[in-house]
Structure formats: structure tokens, C-alpha cells
Nanobody, 123 residues
Framework: QVQLVESGGGSVQAGGSLRLSCAAS????????MGWFRQAPGKEREFVTA????????YYVDSVKGRFTISRDNAKNTVYLQMNSLKPEDTATYYC????????????????WGQGTQVIVSS
């Protein structure tokens, strides 16, 4: 069983930065894939980025490459999403997820989800 709690959302102007955190409670996360997804109002949830807990592999959707960075802190069992150069189109509720699947982009590979944290980027 894995419990995930996101934090760090908020409102920011375009060009600004936010750092989201996802605190995970589990006996061990070493075999898990950790992902961030987002869902804008009226749209489907979409993949943003993922990292293997080992830290040796990360993957980003093209729209956030060079602006977002995913990382993890083993000691704190926490995954972070540093978001820079934010754009209004980044406005969404961001969800942290944990899973053991192979396809990081697929929601079906994640069995555990956080409650989400809202990010609003104004122009």
C-alpha cells in the first residue's frame, strides 16, 4: 500500500516557478515508477513526467521539456516537480502517481494516486 500526498500548488504569473512535492508513505519504493500527471478543466488527465525511484531514468512530455524537472529524495520518500517558465497552458490539477508498470505515460500502470494539487498560471 502506498499513500501519496501532494503539496506546493498555487497561483503564479506566466514565467514564474513552482515546486510541487509528493510525499510517499510505503515500506519500500525502490521498485516503483513515480509519475506526475495533470488535468486541466474540461480535459482528460495527461502524462507530464516520470522517474524511476532508483533515479536512473526520467521521461518528460515534449511540452514541458527544458522547463520542468522531476527528482526524488530517498531520505524523505518525496518526489518533486520543479516547474519553471510556467505558461497559462500549464494551468491544471497536478497528480502524483506510483506504479510498477513499464509504460510511464499510461495511467493504467499506476496503482496509487494522490489527491491532486492545483496550479494556476495567469497571463
Amino acid at each position: 500500500q502506498v499513500q501519496l500526498v501532494e503539496s506546493g500548488g498555487g497561483s503564479v504569473q506566466a514565467g514564474g516557478s513552482l515546486r510541487l512535492s509528493c510525499a510517499a508513505s510505503a515500506r519500500t519504493l525502490s521498485s516503483y515508477l513515480m509519475g506526475w500527471f495533470r488535468q486541466a478543466p474540461g480535459k482528460e488527465r495527461e502524462f507530464v513526467t516520470a522517474i524511476r525511484w532508483s533515479g536512473d531514468w526520467t521521461y518528460y512530455v515534449d511540452s514541458v521539456k527544458g522547463r520542468f524537472t522531476i527528482s526524488r529524495d530517498n531520505a524523505k520518500n518525496t518526489v518533486y516537480l520543479q516547474m519553471n517558465s510556467l505558461k497559462p497552458e500549464d494551468t491544471a490539477t497536478y497528480y502524483c502517481a506510483a506504479g510498477i508498470g513499464m509504460d510511464a505515460r499510461s495511467m493504467a500502470n499506476y496503482g496509487y494516486w494522490g489527491q491532486g494539487t492545483q496550479v494556476i498560471v495567469s497571463s
